[in-house]
Every structure is written in C-alpha cells, then in structure tokens.
C-alpha cells in the first residue's frame, strides 16, 4: 500500500505529470470580492507586535486595505456615526467579539505528492481553514511548472489555495548532476528565467554552493537551505549565510557552526544514512554535541547570523514525535481529517524518508528533549536580539497534518520562550520579510492585501483555539464544549467560511475510507 517517496536530497531532475498529485479544481468557495468590504467591531492583533486594539471597523476595497478606523471601546456601544459608512452594493461582516490578524504565513510549505495521495484541493483546503493565505513551496516538489500554474491560479483566485511562492530545488530538471560554478549559474539563471521565486538548497561542494548562491542572489531572488548531512561538513549555516542565504529550515547546518572540538557529528561507527533510524536517532545527539548556551563560540556565531540579517526557520512540530512519538501518532485530529493513504505513508518502513520508526524508544525520545531545550533556547535568543524567526510547518511528514502542524509550531515557539504577540509576529510579518514581500502582506496597514484570519475566542490566551478542532471549554454552566477554530479566512478580499472548508476535507476522507474499507489503526493492529 505504500509508495515510494524518492528522497528529496537527491531528486534533481524534473518530477513527471504521472507523480504529481491532482491539480486543484474550480473555485466554488468564498463570497466575495467585493467593490466595499467593511469589517465590524473586531479586536485587532497585528503582526508588527502592537498589543491588540478595538473595536475596530477594517475597509477593503476588492484586494486591498482602505482603511483602520478606531470606533470605540471596550464595553461601551459604539457611536454609530463615527463609524465608516457602507457603500451601495458593499458587504457589512459583523465581527463584534472577534479578534483579527494578518493571514498567517507558512515558510515551509510542502502541497504533497504521490507518495502521500494528497489531492491538491485537500491541502489546500486544510491549510486556508487555519488561516494560511501564503505558503512557500519548498523544492516545487510537484515539478515547478505545475507549482507555478496552481500560483498563476491562486493569484487570479481560480482556485481556493494559499498565495503561493515556488522555491525550486537546486539541480531540479538538469539533465546531469551539477558539477561545477559554471553549471550552477546556469542553472540558477534558466530557473529564474522559468518564473520561480527562489531556490531551495540540500548541499554541494563549496565552490559550487558559492556561485549558485551569488549568482542567486544577484538575480534578486531568495533561498533556503536544508542543510543534509552529506555536505554540512564542509558548508554550513555560517558558510551559506556569508554567501547570501535567505533562511535555514529545521536546525540542521547550525550545530556544526557550533562546534569547538570537531568537525563532524559523532556518527556512531555503523551508522548508515540511508538507515532513517540511524539519522534521526543520531541527530538527536546532535546539539549537546556543539558549543553551550551563551558561550564565547555559541554568541559569536549567532552575533554573525544577525549581522547578516539571516533569518531562521526551525520547523519545530515536525520533529516532535521524535521526543514524543504517541502523542503525535494520537492527534485527535487524525482520525477524521487524515487521509488513509497519508496515514499509510507515516507508518515505520525502511524505504521511506521520515518512517523511522524502526525501534523507537524511551532513550531516544529523551535525547531528543535534551535537544529541543538547547534548540529552542538558541531560537529564542536569536529573537530576542533581534534576530527573524519565522513560521514553517513541513506538514505531509511525521504524522503532522496541513493546517494543524502550523498551529502545533506556533504552540511551539510558546514553549521556546515566545510571547504569544512575538509569535503572531513570526507567523505574519516576519515571514512577509523574509519572502519580500511585506510590502504587500504580514501586518494590517491601509495599502496591503486583505489576507486576515478571524477567529471568536482570543488566540493570544489560548492558541489552541486556532486548531481545526478547536479547545476544550468548560462552561460556567459545567458543561464542556468545544470552542474556537478559525471563524473566516479572507484571502485577497474573499471570505472563506473556515468550517465550511474542513467539512469539505472530512468528506474527502469519509470517501476515501468507504473506497479503500481503511480504518485508521495503529501499527501493528491487523
């Protein structure tokens, strides 16, 4: 029942229509735009830090933001006259109560593939009900010229998708492996020329790592690098962030800068990298392995790193069943929104990137914890001296879902030290900065794009309100109730009804469960 994932460190030619997964339909959701929308009596958090403010009334004009207009406050009726005046043939959405931020950014955004028989509409649909209204591709994992037509469509509105920018991975659609400067400026060049928005980089030899990233840059797109074990050795985030560098996702690449008594990890001695144990349960040794909190060596290097304004991406929530692999495995989400061959493709193989979980145990999950509290505390000194941070999920992997991954990470920064305000921060404008394009979106300011997320319940107490299945509320009354879920997604001026869109996704499943007869087991259940 399982595909092959190729893994991707070595996919460097151009991924055929038979892999990719099927393209999004027809937009038949979202009301809207409309030539006046007003927005009412919503409480405001912003991404640029500012402490929440209302009531407010927000004016979009088709696309854009028209105006912000303070009419009140707190408990007292708001003086009908002060507010904006509605416009014939405009839309009034009443969001006394709610709270409103910036559509939210995922900096790590894989749509799927065959592998995971993930329709487009699928992940599309999951992400757009948490309130995601841009997204990277990392890799173009679908063949960038199918990427670039679902951009081409979610840009007009066609389909009902995130904003997307494609960031192809390197040597992707060459006819031979790139063995030289000269091949990876040229390529560099041909995929800026086909439309892509950036690059995504695994590793290659210095030289050539060098001239692709200058040649990138140069042109004036944007990177980002995972930096695998095969090449960290000799290029590393310091390496990559002097020769321009954008972003760096997960942490791999940043111990090793780290490092005062080594240059390589301390590989056990039969370790295999092609065994997915070996490498995950050998990475969770890694950061105990590299120089300590605020030492010499671990502030001169983050030093750098602000100086060159690089920006760091941690996609935490991806490796969190490493230090807790049931609770991951248990998501309660699973069960209705989980696809049946998604959740086949999470299961422990040892042919599949990310299925590791081969003999996982309590040694392991531990190491792993120690890892988490040395990487997080980089992370979140990185922020606090001014450093980026943004928000990536890498859902599709690991049994972390589309949509609620990218909920799971901002929960994540939570824990890393993050003020709920600096985590709205890194999940809009922070990410709008690191892709360019905050000029556009990433904060609620007259001029920009109406991308914003409502929700009812105050997600600064509670982020878990966020969350497609919303939290746990007991009532006054003792009774417990479900609350929250994002109320409406509105990308470019368009409002999507969020719950509306995850019961689109949980007939998907029920269908797909009724064709197969599959039932979401644990393994090793018959």
Known sequence: MRNLLVLLLVVFIQIPASAQIKSAPERAEGEGPWSQLIIRGVTLINGNGAPPTGPVDIVVEQNKIKEIKTVGYPGVEIDESKRPQLKSGGKELDASGMYLMPGFVDMHGHIG??????????????????????????????????VLEHKKKSAKNEITAPRILA??????GSASEISSPEMAKKWVRENAEKGADGIKFFGARPEIMQAALKENKSLGLRSAMHHAQ?????WNVLNSARAGLTSMEHWYGLPEALFTDRTVQHYKLDYNYNNEQDRFAGAGKLWEQAAPPYSEKWNAVMNELLELDFTLDPTFNIYEANRDLMRTRRAEWHEEYTLPSLWEFYQPSKISHGSHWHYWGTEEETNWRKNYELWMTFVNEYKNRGGRVTTGSDSGFIFQLYGFAYVRELELLREAGFHPLEIMMSATLNGAEALGMEDKIGSVEVGKLADFVIVEENPLENLKVLYGTGAIKLTDENEVRRVGGVKYTIKDGIIYNAQELLEDVKQMVKEEKMKSGYEIRQPGEQ
């Not at 509409?121 to 999951?126: A, I, R, T, W």
């Not at 960031?167 to 992707?172: D, K, L, M, P, R």
């Not at 095969?230 to 000799?234: C, G, K, Q, S």
């Open 167 to 172: 960031y192809t991975a390197f040597g992707q």
């Open 113 to 146: 593939g065959e592998a995971q028989g993930t329709p487009a509409e699928y992940v599309f649909k999951l992400w757009m009900a948490h309130g995601i209204t841009t997204i990277r591709d990392p890799s173009a994992g679908n063949g960038l010229d199918w």
């Open 230 to 234: 095969m090449d960290v050795a000799r």
